[in-house]
């Protein structure tokens, strides 16, 4: 079993529409969570983390964490033809970072 | 600031040949990663210094891989020999604290190991 799953897509939604992107993950003392954006050729870029349970909220972006069902997700709401990208969720157990393979999204004008 | 500094940005070898892979971090950063991406894989964690010390290393696949940081401003990836399983791109990431929470990625190395 891997140490992060996602979905890897790839998911299409219309432009307008929220998009939501799951993860979860298999140690249950992991301690903090992050999603990244990466464009196509580029690099990974931090756009989310959370470290509690319940709900965070960036702009139209919202990070869920729950650890009791070892599950988190990404909600984006008012979606854009720039979100299209790959989301990466990643783990810190507070030994090791630990990256899911990325789920593709795809924005449709 | 000009952001995390990989260099090559991409590396066609051969089979058997020497790679070394360069990183210049955020100035400031006390954290620095080397992730390996792949499609099959993902992005997976190789090592990561803290203070410009090796605090675990526990990804790097075998003995052909080799990191070194000898300050705070440069570090190295080596792949002795190479193979064409270690065809990927390679990160590199910095970050100012020392628990990498909040990571900034360099643009990556291209590697091609014919």
């Known amino acids: 079993q891997k140490e992060v799953e996602q979905n890897s897509g790839p998911l299409s939604v219309p432009e307008g529409a929220i998009a939501s992107l799951n993860c979860t993950y298999s140690?249950?003392?992991?301690?903090?969570f992050f999603w990244y954006r990466q464009y196509s050729g580029k690099s990974p870029e931090l756009i989310m983390s959370?470290?509690?349970?319940g709900d965070k909220e960036d702009g139209r972006f919202t990070a869920q964490l729950n650890k009791a069902s070892q599950y988190v997700s990404l909600l984006i709401r008012d979606s854009q033809p720039s979100d299209s990208a790959t989301y990466l969720c990643?783990?810190?157990?507070?030994?090791?970072?630990?990256f899911g393979t990325g789920t593709s999204l795809t924005v449709i004008p | 600031d000009a952001g995390v500094i990989q260099s090559p940005r991409h590396e066609v070898t051969e089979m058997g040949q020497e790679v070394t892979l360069r990183c210049k971090p955020i100035?400031?950063?006390?954290?620095l990663f080397w992730y390996r991406q792949t499609m099959m894989r993902g992005l997976e964690l190789l090592i990561y210094?803290?203070?410009?010390?090796?605090?675990?290393d526990s990804g790097m696949p075998e003995d052909r891989f080799s990191a070194k940081m000898p300050n705070a401003s440069f570090s190295t990836l080596k792949i002795q020999p190479s193979e064409p399983r270690d065809s990927a791109v390679y990160f590199c990431?910095?970050?100012?604290?020392?628990?990498?929470?909040?990571?900034?990625f360099g643009p990556g190395t291209r590697l091609l190991v014919l």
């Open positions: 990643a783990v810190n157990t507070g030994n090791q970072f630990y």
């Open positions: 140690d249950r003392v992991s301690q903090s």
């Open positions: 959370i470290y509690s349970n």
């Open positions: 210094f803290n203070n410009n010390v090796p605090i675990d």
């Open positions: 990431a910095s970050s100012f604290d020392a628990t990498g929470e909040t990571q900034y």
């Open positions: 100035s400031g950063h006390n954290s």
